[in-house]
T-cell receptor, first 116, second 111 residues
Framework: DAGVIQSPRHEVTEMGQEVTLRCKPISGHNSLFWYRQTMMRGLELLIYFNNNVPIDDSGMPEDRFSAKMPNASFSTLKIQPSEPRDSAVYFC??????????????FGPGTRLTVL | KQEVTQIPAALSVPEGENLVLNCSFTDSAIYNLQWFRQDPGKGLTSLLLIQSSQREQTSGRLNASLDKSSGRSTLYIAASQPGDSATYLCAVGTSGSRLTFGEGTQLTVNP
């Protein structure tokens, strides 16, 4: 298995532009997570999906952020309009959630976003 | 709100030494605990997962223990090597598969 795939790996954009980050989870996994990592705040959970349905988006910082999961093999995180304070590394992770047993989360390589 | 603390924040040891990284959490109602490794500029690599019903897990030179009642976990690394140099993150799993991360321990193993 190729693991969790994220694209692009690096993104540099100007303030006010729309940014779309993409994620392909591990095949067969039914949970998908979007995290943000910064020096100041460490790793923060933004949103997660179970079976393509958003379960908890309380970590999404503002209405400028939105996430979708149209099918089991694809998810997007969109920022519109982007601001310099959105600069961070964005990670996608997936896991197989099954009843009582919470399984390992596997992380993608991340997208390093720089907003100028 | 679950809070996760890792001590020490940084650690430098000579090659071959056995070492212990510590993780503590405030709410003992957890589902699991996961240890990750992060190399500079890279993503997170899962090292060990301990379910709430388990006391420890082992993988090669790594051993992780869990004491839910005291809100503590330790990651033991035996016979450390320079290739073990990385940041080690502890993450606690709570309801709904949510993971809460500590700030990490930055480990340097000197040849």
């Amino acid at each position: 298995d190729a693991g969790v795939i994220q694209s692009p790996r690096h993104e540099v954009t100007e303030m006010g532009q729309e940014v779309t980050l993409r994620c392909k989870p591990i095949s067969g996994h039914n949970s998908l997570f979007w995290y943000r990592q910064t020096m100041m705040r460490g790793l923060e959970l933004l949103i997660y999906f179970n079976n393509n349905v958003p379960i908890d988006d309380s970590g999404m910082p503002e209405d400028r952020f939105s996430a979708k999961m149209p099918n089991a093999s694809f998810s997007t995180l969109k920022i519109q309009p982007s601001e310099p304070r959105d600069s961070a590394v964005y990670f996608c992770a997936s896991s197989l959630f099954g009843g009582v047993s919470y399984n390992e989360q596997f992380f993608g390589p991340g997208t390093r976003l720089t907003v100028l | 709100k679950q809070e996760v603390t890792q001590i020490p924040a940084a650690l430098s040891v000579p090659e071959g030494e056995n070492l212990v990284l510590n993780c503590s959490f405030t709410d003992s109602a957890i589902y699991n605990l996961q240890w990750f490794r992060q190399d500079p500029g890279k993503g997170l690599t899962s090292l060990l997962l301990i379910q709430s019903s388990q006391r420890e897990q082992t993988s090669g030179r790594l051993n992780a223990s869990l004491d839910k009642s005291s809100g503590r976990s330790t990651l033991y690394i035996a016979a450390s090597q320079p290739g073990d140099s990385a940041t080690y993150l502890c993450a606690v799993g709570t309801s709904g598969s949510r993971l809460t991360f500590g700030e990490g321990t930055q480990l340097t193993v000197n040849p």
